[in-house]
């Protein structure tokens, strides 16, 4: 693609030399004033995810929930073929496995999940459109191993590198296992989110194949991220086995490595506004796989209201954390 077709870029990033951060220049609640996307989120949690940039739901689904999953899960590792395939990341360290991708594609169980009435209708009200997955992935930390994730913006690497032109997108991490302050919980720093962070360093041929094992391209500096954390703080959401944090495209979160013997195991579903589909990427040399940025399934999602592994189950009453 020539200079002359490219499309505008509102969110320029990995450049040659550093540059200010960018103001927001998205909603971050898509259904201000918009009737036919209310939904169950009340005007004090609109507000405080406009302010924070996430969510945090403690007890969305009861534990017992959460075991037919993770079992799934476990099943998945030992499939040899599976184990081959480019959507497994291995992690740097242990060679265990890192990250699944295309979750959603991979298991009815999970593809049912994103179609959960209560998770869909909060995405929607959010982002004010239909919507469909992006990506989909779980994320593993085995006890005494799992390496973490640098700070960073999803926002920054799906516009970079899968042309993602704005900021209305969604991340839905469901907590497989219990989440503590031990083993490597999610970080995130509130109100990032309303500042895009450009990154220096050009993306190199195929970075997606290292930088889901150790991210370098796309880390915002340690300057910036000192301004930010003393201007909003840390906060890391932790909670029992099915609790959900549902987190805005571009806060800057991260985490540790698991130091402790118990494993930790989120799945995240990222949703993205049929109105926010994928251009070429912005600053990358070709475009990623379909598993990391979906641009052939990008139906709009259905609700899936019939939940046998699910039915019968209590549900805590929400907890916003913060």
Not at 230 to 254: D, M, T, Y
Request: glycine content about 8%; proline content about 8%.
């Amino acid at each position: 693609m020539n200079s002359m077709t490219k499309p505008l870029d509102l969110y320029p990033s990995r450049l040659r030399e550093a540059q200010p951060m960018v103001p927001r220049r998205d909603p971050v609640v898509h259904s201000r004033n918009q009737h036919r996307w209310n939904g169950p989120l009340d005007e004090v949690s609109l507000s405080r995810y406009e302010r924070d940039g996430f969510l945090w739901f403690e007890g969305f689904f009861s534990e017992e929930s959460m075991q037919p999953f993770f079992r799934e899960l476990k099943d998945m590792a030992a499939d040899p073929e599976l184990m081959k395939s480019e959507q497994v990341i291995s992690d740097p360290a242990s060679g265990a496995i890192r990250s699944v991708f295309g979750m959603h594609e991979l298991s009815e169980k999970f593809s049912r999940m994103t179609r959960d009435p209560r998770l869909l209708g909060m995405v929607r009200q959010l982002l004010g459109s239909e919507v469909y997955i992006h990506q989909s992935r779980i994320n593993d930390k085995f006890g005494f191993q799992g390496s973490g994730f640098d700070w960073h913006s999803d926002f920054e690497t799906w516009h970079a590198e899968d042309g993602m032109p704005r900021m209305r997108a969604v991340s839905a991490s469901l907590m497989l296992t219990d989440n503590n302050e031990f083993n490597g919980p999610l970080m995130i720093i509130p109100g990032s989110h309303q500042h895009f962070v450009p990154c220096v360093g050009e993306t190199a041929d195929d970075n997606w194949q290292s930088s889901l094992k150790s991210q370098e391209t796309g880390v915002p500096s340690q300057e910036v991220l000192a301004k930010l954390a003393e201007r909003g703080g840390i906060q890391s959401p932790k909670g029992p086995a099915g609790s959900l944090l549902l987190f805005e495209s571009n806060v800057l979160h991260a985490s540790n490595g698991n130091m402790s013997p118990w494993p930790r195991s989120n799945l995240f579903f990222v949703y993205n506004s049929v109105e926010n589909q994928l251009k070429e990427p912005y600053a990358a040399p070709a475009k990623r796989p379909e598993f990391l940025g979906a641009r052939k399934n990008t139906d709009p999602l259905e609700i899936y209201d019939d939940y046998p592994e699910l039915s019968g189950q209590g549900v805590a009453p929400f907890q916003w954390y913060g």
